[in-house]
C-alpha cells in the first residue's frame, strides 16, 4: 500500500479542513482494544489541529461503512493505526475510500503509512521497557528488552518491521541486549523467554491491546515462571502515538 496515494494540499491552513481516520483492526475478544484506538482520537479531536478525528475498525462497532457519515471535511486522511503495511491495512483503508467516494465525502484523500512503521515507535518501546525494569526495581543496563511483534509465515512485512526496531534499539545500546521475538513464526516469545537468563522487559509491537497483545503475550511470560522478566505492555496504548498519528496526517498534507 503505498503512503498518501493522494497528497490533498501544501497549504497548512488545510489541516483545518481535514477529517483523520485511524483505520484499525479492532477486537470482539477485548473491546479494550477499540477503546484505546478511540482514546487517540479523541486527543486528536481535543488538540484541534484538524476539523476532527475519528477511529474506524474491520472487527467491532465502527465500521468503515459507518464512519463516513459523520466526516464533513474537504480533506480526509487515513492513518492505518496498524503496526506494518500487509493485507488488514490495505483492506480497511480501501473500505473507507470506497465507502468515502460512494458518499462524495471528501475531495482529496490520503492514505499514510501505518503508525507502527515510524521510527518514533523505537523511543515508546524503550521508555515503557525502561519503566517496567524501575517499577520491578531492575536495573535496564543489566536486562533484556524482548520485543515481541505478531509475526506471520505468509505476511513478512510485520517481521520486517520488528527486526528494523530491534536493530534501532540495539545499536542505541540502552539495554544489555535486545531480542526480537513473535506470536506466529520463528522467533517464538515463548523460545526467546527460555533462553534468557536474567532480568528483562518484554514490549508488545501492538498498535492496540487486543487479545495477542494482552493475553498470548502475559501467558508466555507467567510460563515462564521468572520474577525478573516482566510485562512492559503494547506500545500501542502509550499516549505518545497520538504524536505518531498526528505526524503521519501532517505529512500526508505536506505540511
Same mark, same amino acid.
Given at each position: 500500500?503505498?503512503?498518501? $496515494?493522494?497528497?490533498?494540499?501544501? *497549504?497548512?491552513?488545510?489541516?483545518?479542513?481535514?477529517?483523520?481516520?485511524?483505520?484499525?483492526?479492532?477486537?470482539?475478544? $477485548?473491546?479494550?482494544? *477499540?477503546?484505546?484506538?478511540?482514546?487517540?482520537?479523541?486527543?486528536?479531536?481535543?488538540?484541534?489541529?484538524?476539523?476532527?478525528?475519528?477511529?474506524?475498525?474491520?472487527?467491532?462497532?465502527?465500521?468503515?461503512?459507518?464512519?463516513?457519515?459523520?466526516?464533513?471535511?474537504?480533506?480526509?486522511?487515513?492513518?492505518?493505526?496498524?503496526?506494518?503495511?500487509?493485507?488488514?491495512?490495505?483492506?480497511?483503508?480501501?473500505?473507507?475510500?470506497?465507502?468515502?467516494?460512494?458518499?462524495?465525502?471528501?475531495?482529496?484523500?490520503?492514505?499514510?503509512?501505518?503508525?507502527?512503521?515510524?521510527?518514533?515507535?523505537?523511543?515508546?518501546?524503550?521508555?515503557?521497557?525502561?519503566?517496567?525494569?524501575?517499577?520491578?526495581?531492575?536495573?535496564?543496563?543489566?536486562?533484556?528488552?524482548?520485543?515481541?511483534?505478531?509475526?506471520?509465515? !505468509?505476511?513478512?512485512?510485520?517481521?520486517?518491521?520488528?527486526?528494523?526496531?530491534?536493530?534501532?534499539?540495539?545499536?542505541?545500546?540502552?539495554? $544489555? *541486549?535486545?531480542?526480537?521475538?513473535?506470536?506466529?513464526?520463528?522467533?517464538?516469545?515463548?523460545?526467546?523467554?527460555?533462553?534468557?537468563? !536474567?532480568?528483562?522487559?518484554?514490549?508488545?509491537?501492538?498498535?492496540?491491546?487486543?487479545?495477542?497483545?494482552?493475553?498470548?503475550?502475559?501467558?508466555?511470560?507467567?510460563? $515462564?515462571?521468572?520474577?525478573?522478566?516482566?510485562?512492559? !505492555?503494547?506500545?500501542?496504548?502509550?499516549?505518545?502515538?497520538?504524536?505518531?498519528?498526528?505526524?503521519?496526517?501532517?505529512?500526508?498534507? *505536506?505540511?
Amino acid at each position: 500500500m503505498p503512503p498518501a $496515494r493522494l497528497a490533498p494540499t501544501s *497549504n497548512p491552513d488545510a489541516a483545518r479542513n481535514t477529517w483523520v481516520v485511524l483505520a484499525a483492526h479492532g477486537s470482539t475478544r $477485548r473491546p479494550a482494544a *477499540n477503546d484505546a484506538v478511540c482514546a487517540h482520537a479523541a486527543r486528536l479531536r481535543d488538540e484541534g489541529v484538524f476539523r476532527s478525528a475519528s477511529a474506524a475498525f474491520l472487527i467491532g462497532d465502527t465500521r468503515p461503512d459507518e464512519i463516513v457519515e459523520d466526516i464533513d471535511a474537504e480533506n480526509v486522511v487515513i492513518v492505518p493505526f496498524m503496526m506494518s503495511d500487509g493485507y488488514l491495512a490495505s483492506e480497511i483503508s480501501s473500505r473507507i475510500e470506497s465507502a468515502l467516494a460512494a458518499k462524495g465525502a471528501a475531495s482529496r484523500i490520503a492514505v499514510t503509512d501505518p503508525v507502527g512503521t515510524h521510527a518514533g515507535i523505537t523511543d515508546i518501546a524503550a521508555r515503557l521497557g525502561a519503566q517496567a525494569l524501575s517499577g520491578a526495581g531492575l536495573e535496564k543496563d543489566a536486562a533484556t528488552l524482548v520485543l515481541v511483534a505478531h509475526g506471520s509465515s !505468509g505476511r513478512p512485512e510485520s517481521k520486517a518491521r520488528a527486526e528494523a526496531h530491534a536493530k534501532t534499539l540495539t545499536a542505541r545500546g540502552d539495554f $544489555r *541486549n535486545v531480542r526480537l521475538a513473535t506470536l506466529e513464526e520463528e522467533p517464538f516469545l515463548m523460545d526467546v523467554l527460555a533462553e534468557i537468563d !536474567g532480568p528483562a522487559a518484554v514490549v508488545g509491537l501492538f498498535a492496540a491491546p487486543g487479545g495477542h497483545a494482552v493475553d498470548d503475550v502475559r501467558q508466555a511470560i507467567a510460563d $515462564r515462571a521468572a520474577a525478573e522478566i516482566v510485562d512492559a !505492555g503494547p506500545v500501542g496504548t502509550d499516549p505518545a502515538m497520538t504524536a505518531i498519528a498526528r505526524m503521519r496526517a501532517l505529512g500526508a498534507l *505536506n505540511i
